[in-house]
């Protein structure tokens, strides 16, 4: 299920390649490994995953615009829009530089905005922000995020009846401002209460997002969804991304 939404999304992102005359340009497309303090200045806190060094941001440069995507496998890229249209999908480093590509091209032609991780303050501020706004659409839902953003959790907990699904051992059945993180073991029971689930993007790069597409209300967060939520008409909150 999952491997299919990932190839209707290539090939809506190959055919704006195409439809703009990229494919057959030798586009230079770099995706490079972001350091902490590049991709988070000092966000006031020190458990994101970035910061523990289990995910990197990968970052692509296309006509002067950049995109990114979390991932934890990580390197460097150098290659053509072409050569990344021919690659095979085969594991999450690949999947990365697709993503990083297609959330810079998208921006370069306007069809998306804000694929630049927020940095210093930017983490707390979207997450009141997401707070307020969950406030307002979805009072009183129980809800499910998938991916620990800790400036998240900790907005979130006071407010809604909130579990948190993560991959992190070094979270699972652990505590997190005051909410439990559980693992796969429950990801089915987490999954089913739910009334809203909170989806991080990078869910994309691992090749897991369709497993949370359940028919229920969804919210993507992140810079790493930001062109493919564009594509496929997804809703996404990332207030404070550039």
């Known amino acids: 299920m999952s491997t ?10 190959l055919a704006v390649w195409a439809e703009n005359g990229l494919l057959e340009e030798p586009i230079a497309v770099r995706a490079r490994t972001l350091s902490v303090e590049e991709a988070l200045g000092n966000p006031e806190g020190d458990d994101f995953p ?16 950049r995109g990114q995507a979390f991932t934890d496998r990580f390197g460097d890229f150098t290659g053509t829009l072409g050569d990344v249209a ?13 993503i990083a590509a297609c959330n810079a091209t998208l921006r370069s032609l306007g069809l998306c905005d804000r694929t630049i991780h927020c940095r210093d303050s930017g983490p707390g501020e979207c997450a009141g922000l997401l707070r307020d706004h969950l406030l307002e659409r979805f009072p009183g839902a129980r809800i499910t995020q998938v991916g620990y953003q800790p ?3 900790q907005a979130l907990a006071g407010s809604f009846d909130l579990r948190v699904l ?15 993180i559980d693992g796969p073991n429950t990801a089915r029971e987490a999954l089913g209460r739910a009334d809203l ?6 869910t994309l790069a691992n090749d897991s997002l369709g ?7 969804v919210i993507l967060y992140g810079t790493t969804i930001a062109g493919p939520a564009a594509l496929m008409g997804w ?8």
């Open 197 to 202: 689930l909170l989806v991080t993007g990078s």
């Open 235 to 242: 809703e996404r909150f990332c207030a404070r991304s550039e």
């Open 211 to 217: 497993d949370f597409l359940l028919g229920k209300p």
């Open 50 to 65: 970035l910061q523990k060094g289990k995910e990197r941001l990968m970052e692509a440069e296309f006509r002067g615009a």
């Open 166 to 180: 993560d991959l992190d051992p070094d979270n699972v059945g652990q505590p997190r401002h005051g909410v439990r």
């Open 86 to 98: 021919r690659m095979p999908l085969a594991n999450n480093f690949r999947r990365a530089v697709f």
């Open 4 to 13: 299919s939404l990932l190839e209707d999304i290539r090939a809506r992102t």
């Open 151 to 153: 400036k998240i959790v």
